[in-house]
């Protein structure tokens, strides 16, 4: 797993406030086996639902899986990341 980030992919801007920000303890668990860890990351995916910059947070966080390793990211988690990179790159290889 690379743990270069993909300069290219900006990590979105906007002056509005975020939960990520203001609660940076929900979004930065590494697993959700403690019931207090799948909590918080509940309460992550539901503060991204309504997010200015989830979608441009998910693609950085696509773009740069060492980066993003751990924690939710535009509501989603590693897992979940994981699964996205890997119907990403199907769909690259039928397509191509």
């Known amino acids: 797993m690379s743990t270069e980030t993909e300069t290219r992919i900006a990590f979105p801007r906007t002056d509005t406030p ?3 920000q203001a609660h940076p303890d ?4 590494e697993q959700t086996s403690v ?3 799948q909590q ?10 309504g997010c200015p910059i989830a979608a441009g947070c998910l693609k950085r ?3 740069n ?3 993003s390793r751990i924690g939710v990211w535009a509501a989603t988690t ?4 994981s699964v996205l990179r890997r119907r ?4 690259l290889v039928l397509s191509g």
Request: proline share 12%.
């Open 88 to 91: 990403l790159q199907m769909r």
């Open 26 to 29: 929900w979004f930065a668990h």
């Open 40 to 49: 918080d990351i509940d309460e992550a995916k539901r503060a991204c639902a």
């Open 65 to 67: 899986p060492g980066p």
């Open 18 to 20: 975020l939960a990520c």
């Open 35 to 37: 019931p207090a860890a």
């Open 78 to 81: 590693p897992r979940e990341r």
């Open 61 to 63: 966080a696509l773009a």
